[in-house]
């Protein structure tokens, strides 16, 4: 069973970067996260998703839980980044396992991304994995100064990004991406801890900070496992 706990403590509401953008980081989630571990353990197999660049496997987080998330998280994200909005729906949930290794990354791969242009469409991770994983790091592209990457900068960053991707050659040395790059700028690292979750908009330059040497496990009990969703506030 999936049950968010109480949303009274174990939150914290920053604003990173000059662009000063909200990031949610919620403590203890979910009362029984053993129960999600079980889940990604049992049922359909991880899968490589062609649609994206996500660096390893997939599968949906049982229907239980962006249920849970759209009735219980609404409250919140209204305060901190929507106050306008109305509905919150949850657009995917998935059970995401980093298993690529860096020898067979692509250079997009190596870099910060963002999930969506729109302001209203935010994204989720939920670690179930310990800290010695890695967590998630936010940052700035030094040419531009942008940390959000908007419908308007999108046709001008990705040019002036590929012309400068391939001036470094990436290709000829593939790593993850873990901190400051000719390129980008860290603003902002959260470090990763069992059922934490963090919430920021879907447009802001991120990058999970994949940590090679452990291994990348398939294995959900000892991989990096997370939930990865995508939410919509209406």
Not at 34 to 41: S, V
Not at 49 to 73: S, V
Not at 198 to 219: F, K, T, V, W
Request: proline share 8%; glycine share 6%; with cysteine.
């Amino acid at each position: 069973m999936v049950q968010i706990r109480p949303l009274s403590q174990g939150i914290r509401q920053l604003r990173i970067g000059d662009e000063a953008t909200p990031l949610l980081i919620i403590d203890d989630l979910i009362t029984d996260p053993d129960w999600l571990i079980k889940a990604a353990e049992q049922g359909s197999t991880f899968q490589t998703d062609p649609a994206n660049f996500y660096p390893g496997i997939r599968k949906p987080a049982p229907q239980l839980y962006p249920q849970a998330l759209q009735t219980a998280l609404l409250p919140l994200l209204q305060a901190v980044f929507s106050p306008q909005a109305h509905r919150l729906h949850c657009l995917q949930a998935a059970f995401s396992l980093s298993t690529t290794p860096a020898t067979q990354l692509r250079p997009i791969q190596m870099l910060p991304h963002i999930d969506a242009t729109t302001p209203n469409q935010l994204a989720m991770v939920h670690y179930l994995c310990g800290s010695e994983q890695g967590g998630t790091s936010f940052y700035r592209h030094r040419e531009t100064g942008f940390e959000r990457i908007s419908a308007e900068r999108l046709a001008g960053y990705s040019a002036k990004l590929k012309a400068e991707a391939q001036a470094a050659q990436l290709h000829l040395q593939p790593e993850y991406i873990d901190g400051d790059t000719a390129l980008f700028q860290r603003i902002y690292q959260v470090d990763a801890k069992p059922n934490r979750a963090i919430i920021y908009p879907g447009n802001l330059l991120h990058s999970g900070d994949i940590r090679e040497g452990l291994g990348l496990s398939a294995d959900p009990k000892i991989g990096r496992l997370t939930i990865s969703s995508f939410l919509q506030l209406s």
